[in-house]
């Protein structure tokens, strides 16, 4: 079965530390991999998506993402964090031919000030 | 604006209700989802629709049931035969069924079982 993991669950930063959040899936085929953020009290919003392509793909917020398909990896990246980037991060998958997300389990973001 | 609106927030069940948690969106998008989400479990899928009039079982929808008569509405009833009920519930829309159409999520309702 498709699966996705996220294996950092919690994660404190100070501010203008560097982000990386891993994000693995098992899947052989051809995917679509996302990344949401849902800030405290808002909606999920989408981050950054990756389709085919360059695997560097740049979301919103300075946010950026590097698909390995050997490594099965989907990670976000952010240079230098804000407190503002305090919030919980989901990576999702799509399997080609199919139409609904596969979640990963979130990382919860704190960032110092 | 074009969006979704859940309502109502925050919701209270009394054990053996059946209660129904309210999805409309006036984005026109032909899909829309039910999510469940937990604390260290992430999102789930309970029960998704492609079009008007049919919709399809997800990943966890024992216990769960919905309709799509309109377009723009998706209700769910959560049933007394779920048996943890008390969650964070998700609605999303998207244009089409295909992987290049990224979601919109409503804001959510909270369920919680007295």
């Known amino acids: 079965a498709q699966s996705v993991s996220q294996h950092n669950h919690h994660v404190i930063l100070s501010e203008a530390a560097s982000l990386e959040l891993g994000c693995n899936y098992s899947?052989?085929?051809?995917?679509?991999l996302f990344w949401y953020v849902q800030y405290p009290g808002q909606h999920l919003q989408l981050l950054l998506k990756y389709f085919s392509g360059d695997p560097l793909v740049k979301g919103i917020k300075g946010f950026e993402a590097e698909f390995i398909k050997s490594k099965f990896s989907f990670n976000l990246r952010k240079p230098s964090v804000q407190w503002s980037d305090t919030a919980e991060y989901f990576c999702a998958v799509i399997s080609s031919g199919t139409y609904k997300y596969i979640f990963g389990t979130g990382t919860r973001l704190k960032v110092l000030a | 604006d074009g969006g979704i609106t859940q309502s109502p927030k925050y919701l209270f069940r009394k054990e053996g209700q059946n209660v129904t948690l309210s999805c409309e969106q006036n984005?026109?998008?032909?899909?829309m989802y039910w999510y469940r989400q937990d604390p260290g479990q992430g999102l789930r899928l309970i029960y998704y629709s492609q079009i008007v009039n049919d919709f399809q079982k997800g990943d966890i929808a024992e216990g769960y049931s919905v309709s799509r008569e309109k377009k723009e509405s998706f209700p769910l009833t959560v049933t007394s035969a779920q048996k943890n009920p008390t969650a964070f519930y998700l609605c999303?829309?998207?244009?089409?069924?295909?992987?290049?159409?990224?979601?919109?999520f409503g804001s959510g309702t909270r369920l919680t079982v007295v």
């Open positions: 899947y052989g085929g051809t995917v679509n």
């Open positions: 999303a829309s998207s244009p089409g069924t295909g992987p290049l159409y990224g979601y919109t």
């Open positions: 984005l026109n998008h032909d899909a």
